[in-house]
């Protein structure tokens, strides 16, 4: 393992203007936008060459993509560099013209450079006359510099592994071979691609688009980067929305054991659902026969993997174990409880089969050893303080976990490659400001729960928090279903800028 380099600059001011958190712990209000300091004026002075992205319908001749240069570590603007693609779709009302929309769409490991053409058909036609659209594939994604660490399709594969006393040493090993592989192949690079470094990036690219400020919609993950933008660069933060929001300040280990403590509140309230349904379903009349019918199904495939052959296709001919079923209910639980209460009666119908061994297989293809690589290693090294390095503290977390979040507590709580991943070139960056943002959230939500939501609105102080009540899903605006309201109120806020005056509450 690499150690990581501890970063000195004798400057604090231009720590600042470097966009390094100086004093985190005292909240910081938008500034006058300082110029970018002179070590990086090379970055920001970047005039792009312009061309289009691509031939056929698919690429209008419109859609315009560029590369541009970044430093890997700002903290050494001369050392070595990256390549980032970025491309951009202009709006048709330049009369209405408010300035740039910058999106990311969350993974970690979620390209971005055309996100343009999908936000001109999902967007209102009110919010594209007022923003040229800029996509960008993150810095060690996609087209920008990719990371690979040559995983094989084996360590490519889910990284969704229950713990089991019987597979705890394979499944250490396993990570420690995956965080051992992207060390020797990348561990130059590693500890500089992270979250900070991609908010950074955004802000070159602000300044070679000729804006003062930006604007910002992130999903998911991508709420993290707008966040942490917001605390680097408040005085350049324009009209930010953050969808599905994280925890900016618990990014990390965290983010997994929350989405235990979440899948059993869906659990709950899947079963009370599904109860009032009996006549339909008969998987019982009350909420505890209708979570007993559950884990009877979870046992008998732990016994013998029940091959599916029911109405989901994406699960038809699998031999599901009963971990196969908590992973693969648990989302529809959120989600769609009524697919989740068909696929339980579907599985009782099912035949019992053999176990399949899992195989390791041969060499995963190019563009899924990059979007696995650069997962673990913007979640590793984000917050690599947050991930223990004893194993045996991932045992007793998941035997403990297991006890207090049967549906997926052992998942959430078993040792991923973090373990043993390198430590990062800087702390996590402590968000705590007065930018103004919108924060969105299903109260129903697989991967980033309520409770993620609203640690994110108490992380900025300024910004205003739009909960849906009953709503369900994973992102919510742009997508197919977001409640009128969502789209009613976030349309206002990027059309006009103006908040709500208060947090507020809308139904699904």
């Known amino acids: 393992m690499r150690t990581a380099r501890v970063l000195t600059l004798a400057s604090a001011g231009l720590l600042i203007a470097l966009g390094v958190p100086v004093a985190q712990g005292a909240m910081s209000r938008p500034a006058a936008p300082p110029d970018p300091p002179a070590a990086l004026a090379r970055y920001y002075d970047q005039r792009p060459a312009w061309h289009r992205c691509g031939s056929g319908e698919e690429y209008p001749a419109s859609y315009r993509c560029a590369t541009v240069t970044v ?12 390549r980032l693609k970025i491309s951009r779709l202009n709006t048709s009302a330049p009369g209405k013209r408010h300035g740039v929309l910058l999106t990311n769409s969350g993974g970690p490991g979620h390209r971005g450079l055309d996100d343009p053409l999908s936000m001109k058909e ?26 690979r660490c040559g995983l094989t399709e084996g360590e490519a ?42 908010a950074r990036d955004l802000d070159v690219v602000r300044g070679v688009l000729g804006e003062r400020k930006i604007s910002y919609v992130g999903w998911s993950y991508g709420t993290q980067i707008g966040a942490v933008y917001t605390q680097l660069f408040p005085g350049r933060s324009d009209r930010m929305v953050l969808d599905s929001a994280v925890d900016p300040n618990r990014f990390g280990r965290h983010s997994d054991l929350v989405m235990a403590a979440g899948s059993e509140a869906a659990f709950r309230d899947w079963s009370r659902l599904t109860a009032r349904r009996d006549g339909t379903y008969h998987l019982g009349d009350t909420p505890a026969e209708v979570r007993a019918a559950f884990w009877k199904q979870v046992a008998r495939a732990d016994r013998t993997p029940v091959l599916y052959n029911g109405s989901d296709v994406d699960h038809q001919g699998w031999a599901l174990t009963g971990a196969d079923i908590r ?28 176990p399949q061994p899992e195989s390791a297989g041969g060499r995963a293809d190019a563009a899924t050893d990059n979007i696995v690589s650069l997962h673990w290693a913007v979640t590793c090294g984000d917050n690599s303080a947050s991930w223990p390095r004893d194993p045996d503290r991932y045992r ?41 943002a919108l924060v969105v959230q299903n ?19 300024g910004a205003r928090l739009l909960k849906v009540d009953g709503g369900r899903g994973h992102a919510v605006y ?10 009613a109120m976030v349309d206002t806020y990027l059309t006009e800028g103006r908040l709500p005056t208060r947090d507020t509450t809308c139904r699904a």
């Open 157 to 198: 594969s889910s990284d969704e592994r229950p713990y089991r006393a019987a597979t705890f040493a394979e499944d250490t090993a396993r990570a420690r071979r995956i965080a051992a592989k992207c060390v020797a192949r990348e561990g130059a690079r590693l500890p500089y691609i992270n979250t900070r470094n991609t």
């Open 478 to 487: 742009g997508f197919p279903g977001a409640p009128a309201c969502v789209t």
């Open 327 to 354: 992973a693969w209910l648990r989302v529809e639980f959120f989600n769609t409880p009524s697919d989740a209460a068909r696929h339980l009666v579907e599985l009782r119908r099912s035949a019992g089969t053999r």
């Open 71 to 82: 430093p890997l570590d700002y903290a050494r603007p001369t050392g070595p560099t990256l």
């Open 396 to 436: 007793r977390d998941a035997v403990r976990d297991r006890v207090r979040y049967p549906l997926y507590g052992d998942f959430a709580a078993n040792i991923t490659p973090c373990a043993f991943w390198p430590r990062g070139a800087e702390a996590a960056t402590r968000v705590d400001n007065r930018v103004g």
């Open 122 to 147: 999902t967007l209102t036609k009110k919010v594209r006359e007022r923003y040229d659209l800029i996509g960008l594939d993150p810095r060690g994604l996609g087209a920008s510099s990719p990371l």
């Open 443 to 461: 109260q129903w939500d697989s991967q980033t729960p309520l409770s993620e939501g609203l640690a994110m609105r108490r992380a900025l102080h």
